[in-house]
């Protein structure tokens, strides 16, 4: 039977595969058309197309070459001209490609010749403005015929892909027709073989179903047909077997009915429960062992029958506790089950105890609690609850509905009342939905229901006032300054972007870039006390300069952003700008102090100078800085040039911040010339940066880059390390002298880096001169004097350097301990000069005598300022007179030149 079965669904698997196969190749027959449908139609018509738009670009392009008189751009547009005129020909060529007709290669050609020969009309123009009308003219009417061609061209490559597509039909249509009569005959087949299976099976199965129907009705001694070999043969065979099976299973069965009712009284005599089974006169006509032990003793029968009576729990006259539950027979006895329930009781005196420490445990939370059952009734209310709502503790009792517990609320005049009637019925239904309740006294309660395991539901009360207070405290810092209450830049850059959303439907705006100056003074002097107060003060007035539709932030210490809307003109950001220049220059009366500071603005319009906040914020920024550099107390105008100085400032910030991380600087030193010993007693070192683009970098231009970026602390410490470790080689008489930017000697580095510059060279203190401005002694006096104090302490000599340029206080030379002053060369270069500066330069000279100070003049550069610096008594010298500032490698050769070869380094 299975061979049968097997051949038949072969021969059916056989024609739907074969019928598949033809689909298969038929498909992709269809795709193949679709493709060359495709590629030889629509490809066509789409590069015919574009072989017009190339023509057309060409004449756009040589009509701007008439409109202009640059020959750069007129260049330009030949060579663009050119390039059309070969993309032009590769669209002819792949369109008469893709349409294969002999009247598109004809069209194409047509157009072609066109072109060449509009091109060549257009190259005999010459000077364009110097073309007769005629001549013109004729272009266009080339032009014109070269259209008509490239229209013709496009007609007829859309003919074509029309044929290409009436084919592709016919074809799709004969396969169709032809896979419907190949499916009709697969059909047929199946069909046929499947009736012929039917009949081979038929008749064995309707033998096998009244076997199988005979023994379901329990005739199980009827005999079964015995069938052939095949597969229902052994069908038959087998439900003969199963026949015996069931046989045999009922005999067992009853026979296992039997030892179960032995079980089951074994079981009751062994049952830790006492069974009592009363005949309908009131007898007991059965109890088991248990039953008896549990009222063993005198009286037991009188006792067993009293306690039968109804149910319910009993105290027995031993202490133990009963309970009874009876059941009625068929016949009008009772069946009483009897258990010793006296571990029971003493656990729940223990629960008891437990919910009494609960209840202790729910008064003391800091939430309230109402616990519903699953009718909406309140089972559990703690004393927080009340408290919460200012309740009284006996308002809200257990039993009351969730309605009730809402109608006190109500009837006590809340003002959450409204939404308690809007969310009550809400609430009660949907577990998960917090609700939030303000009360009439400011209060804020946060209400949440879950859902408990019995169809009930618990709601939580919790007070979160001050939560929610300080959640809105938190929310207005983070768009708010702390101190004054304005917008910060998070919030500004959300007003920006406002603003530049209705740009253009409205009008422009303007962003300030606003910067107090001599605030810095004000902190330094007057203490920061007073200067947050100037800056509360300064955010007021900006604030009344403003209108509601404008806004102020503070974005720094001592930077705010004034955004101005709806400006149609600079002028008005202007008038808006000298407003707040004359109002915040005002003086302040602060804490007893009259204070005036200045400001300084940098304006930008959007959109004409941006459209980002980010944009607007530093060109306003780059304005502020120009106007910094220029006047203090004014206001710029953001212009494009600015932003290229700023770009070229960022160029120079990288590299100067990669050279230092590289290491790519250069120490030139400069000899210093003692005149009492008539020799070289020393060296300056000078920092010098070989850019590799821009070459030589004066110190002046980079220096206050580094100050400004941080990066002067690492870059002095280098220049005194390698300052000390080319010194060590020197003779040693030699001095090394080194500068010290105010910022690097305020750094707490200092001290330590020249401890490990004189500890990892070797240099003695004694050879090392620190040279330091004046600038450095008026930050903080008291730090410099501990700072100076240390050095001196590593055997460091201490020069003032520029003396006089700066503050020039002589109680700077009576306080610190410096052991030279420096002549600026600014003094030197006039000393030769009638009216000169020869009288502060004696002066200088003689207070330094008198102070027992060293003096050294920088700049010599002649003769003559030699010996006037030599009559006055000067110690030392040095300028280009001597030598210009040398690499390391020309060291010696100076000092071979002014102090002899013997003198020189070895």
């Known amino acids: 039977m299975r061979g049968r079965i097997l051949v038949a669904f072969l021969a059916m698997s056989l024609l739907t595969g074969g019928l598949s196969a033809y689909a298969v190749i038929a498909i992709d027959h269809v795709g193949d058309l679709v493709g060359r449908t495709y590629d030889q139609s629509l490809m066509s018509i789409n590069y015919a197309r574009a072989a017009a738009a190339d023509f057309a670009k060409m004449r756009s392009a040589f009509a701007r070459h008439g409109l202009t008189k640059d020959h750069t751009i007129a260049a330009k547009l030949d060579a663009q001209i050119a390039d059309l005129n070969t993309t032009l020909a590769e669209d002819l060529t792949i369109a008469v490609e893709r349409s294969q007709s002999d009247r598109a290669l004809r069209a194409a050609g047509a157009v072609q010749s066109g072109v060449a020969a509009w091109d060549e009309m257009r190259r005999s123009f010459g000077d364009i403005a110097t073309v007769r009308p005629e001549r013109w003219d004729a272009l266009d009417h080339q032009a014109d015929l070269v259209d008509a061609q490239l229209d013709l061209l496009v007609n007829y490559t859309a003919g074509d892909g029309f044929t290409f597509r009436q084919a592709a039909r016919s074809a799709v249509a004969s396969e169709l027709r032809f896979n419907i009569a190949v499916a009709a005959l697969a059909i047929a087949g199946s069909a046929l073989i499947a009736w012929l299976l039917h009949r081979r099976i038929r008749g064995p199965l309707a033998a096998a179903s009244a076997a199988a129907e005979r023994i379901a009705g329990g005739r199980l001694d009827d005999m079964i047909p015995t069938g052939g070999r095949d597969e229902l043969g052994s069908l038959l065979r087998s439900m003969a077997v199963m026949r015996d099976n069931i046989r045999a299973m009922m005999e067992r069965e009853v026979r296992q009915r039997q030892s179960a009712e032995q079980l089951l009284a074994d079981a009751l005599q062994s049952s830790r429960e006492g069974i009592i089974v009363l005949d309908p006169a009131g007898q007991i006509a059965f109890a088991n062992t248990r039953a008896m032990q549990l009222f063993e003793g005198p009286d037991a029968h009188a006792r067993c029958l009293a306690a039968l009576a109804r149910d319910g729990e009993f105290l027995q006259p031993d202490g133990r506790w009963l309970r009874v539950s009876r059941s009625a027979t068929s016949d009008g006895g009772l069946v009483a089950v009897c258990s010793d329930i006296s571990m029971v009781k003493g656990q729940e005196a223990q629960l008891r105890q437990t919910n009494l420490r609960l209840d202790a445990a729910l008064d003391n939370m800091s939430q309230g609690l109402c616990l519903y059952d699953a009718d909406g009734r309140l089972m559990v209310v703690n004393r927080r609850y009340a408290q919460i709502y200012d309740l009284h503790p006996n308002a809200v009792v257990p ?508």
Not at 588 to 610: E, K, M
Not at 778 to 804: C, E, Q, W, Y
């Open 399 to 906: 039993g009351m509905t969730a309605a009730q517990v809402l109608q006190i609320s109500l009837a006590l005049g809340r003002d959450e009342a409204d939404m308690l009637r809007r969310d009550g019925e809400a609430f009660f239904g949907q577990p998960g939905r917090p609700i939030v309740q303000e009360l009439a006294n400011g209060k804020i309660i946060a209400v949440e229901r879950r859902n408990t395991a019995g169809g009930g539901f618990v709601a939580t009360y919790e007070d979160v006032t001050e939560r929610r207070r300080a959640e809105a405290r938190i929310a207005f810092l983070a768009h708010h300054d702390v101190l004054t209450g304005l917008p910060n830049r998070a919030a500004l850059e959300q007003h920006i972007a406002a603003s530049v959303s209705q740009t253009g439907r409205d009008q422009g705006f303007a962003v300030m870039a606003i910067d107090l100056d001599d605030f810095r003074p004000v902190n330094d002097t007057l203490g920061h006390g007073v200067g947050d107060e100037l800056l509360v003060a300064v955010a007021n007035r900006l604030s009344a300069c403003i209108r509601e539709i404008d806004c102020v932030a503070r974005i720094g210490a001592d930077e705010f952003v004034v955004v101005q809307r709806a400006v149609d003109r600079p002028e008005e950001a202007a008038v808006l700008a000298r407003r707040i220049i004359d109002v915040i220059k005002s003086p302040y009366v602060l804490s007893g102090h009259t204070v005036s500071v200045g400001v300084t603005v940098g304006v930008t319009v959007a959109p004409g100078d941006g459209t980002s906040s980010e944009k607007l914020i530093k060109n306003a920024d780059v304005a502020l800085a120009r106007a910094k550099a220029e006047a203090r107390g004014a206001f710029r105008f953001f212009e494009a040039e600015m932003d290229a100085r700023l770009q070229a400032r960022r160029l120079l910030e990288r590299d100067l911040r990669q050279a230092v991380a590289d290491e790519s600087f250069e120490v030139y030193y400069q000899p210093i010339y003692s005149l009492a010993a008539e020799r070289v007693c020393g060296f300056e070192a000078l920092l010098r940066w070989n850019h590799p683009e821009r070459g030589f970098i004066s110190p002046a231009e980079f220096i206050p880059i580094a100050e400004e970026m941080g990066l002067i602390v690492p870059l002095g410490e280098w220049v005194l390390a390698r300052a000390c470790a080319d010194a060590v080689r020197w003779p040693d008489g030699l001095k090394i002298a080194v500068n010290v930017s105010a910022v690097q000697f305020t750094s707490a580095s200092l001290v330590t880096a020249v401890r490990e510059a004189l500890r990892s060279t070797g240099l003695p203190g004694r050879r090392l001169e620190l040279e330091i401005t004046e600038s450095v002694l008026v930050a903080n006096p008291g730090v410099t004097t501990a700072i100076l104090h240390s050095l001196k302490g590593l055997g460091v000599r201490v020069s003032m350097d520029d003396f006089g340029t700066g503050y020039s206080s002589l109680s700077y030379l009576r306080s610190f301990p410096f052991d030279k002053i420096k002549i600026d060369q600014s003094f030197v270069r006039d000393l030769c000069e009638e009216d000169g500066t020869d009288f502060i330069v004696r002066a200088v000279i003689g207070l330094g005598a008198s102070l027992g100070m060293t003096t050294t003049a920088e700049g010599v550069e002649t003769e003559a300022q030699l010996l006037r610096l030599r009559a006055e008594g000067c110690d030392e010298v040095q300028g280009y007179l001597f030598s210009r500032p040398v690499p390391i490698g020309q060291v010696a050769g100076l000092i071979a030149r002014w102090n002899g070869a013997s003198r020189a380094i070895a």
